[in-house]
């Protein structure tokens, strides 16, 4: 009987020393930055939940510019004219993995309509390009931890949180926003809502 109180100190002073660390980002000093279990922990534990601008919709979307992996530069006013389809994710968020093939599917299926999906991958150029040689995309992807990060606070989510998807229209207004995971259903009946016929 004598353990059990010895068991909650050692687990109350846990959690208070692991409290301490997330808000003195010992975390980050001790993992890296970059680090996955950074990650998960600046985006899963000890925060209050992500917000978001509900009043995004309706805006401008706004330029950026970011480094794709095959050299280039990812410019948004480069797909003006197309109902785009921005997605913000990272190879350590599992709901972002899992809307993947969704994305794949739904890119073959309206490619010819105009439809252009885009994806912003908030991590290093090392990390996407591991993660893209076992799963496979359709579409162009740029990446970057600050400059993306920086990009997903401009269009709504200045927590940076993932995954985060927004329909952008063909004269560059944003028409809807999804936090989290984006179903199928869910975004074929955007983009046909959307669609010039």
Not at 124 to 145: M, Q, R
Request: aromatic share 10%; glycine share 8%.
């Amino acid at each position: 009987m004598k353990k059990l109180p010895i068991l909650l100190a050692v687990i109350v002073a846990t959690l208070i020393s692991s409290a301490y660390a997330v808000k003195n980002d010992i975390h980050k000093k001790v993992l890296g930055e970059n680090s996955s279990i950074v990650h998960f922990i600046e985006n899963n534990l000890g925060h209050s939940p992500p917000r978001f601008d509900g009043d995004i919709v309706g805006k401008t979307a706004p330029d950026f510019s970011l480094a794709q992996l095959n050299g280039g530069t990812m410019k948004l006013a480069d797909y003006k004219g197309k109902l785009i389809v921005l997605n913000f994710w990272a190879s350590w968020c599992g709901p972002c993995r899992a809307e993947m093939p969704t994305f794949v599917k739904i890119q073959n299926k309206y490619k010819d309509k105009n439809v252009a999906f885009l994806g912003v991958a908030i991590e290093d150029k090392e990390n996407v390009e591991n993660f893209l040689k076992e799963v496979p995309i359709n579409y162009p992807t740029s990446y970057g931890v600050e400059e993306a990060y920086k990009v997903s606070a401009k269009y709504g989510n200045p927590d940076g949180a993932l995954p985060y998807t927004l329909v952008i229209g063909p004269n560059q207004k944003i028409l809807e926003s999804f936090n989290g995971l984006v179903h199928e259903t869910m975004l074929e009946k955007a983009l046909n809502k959307h669609l010039v016929n």
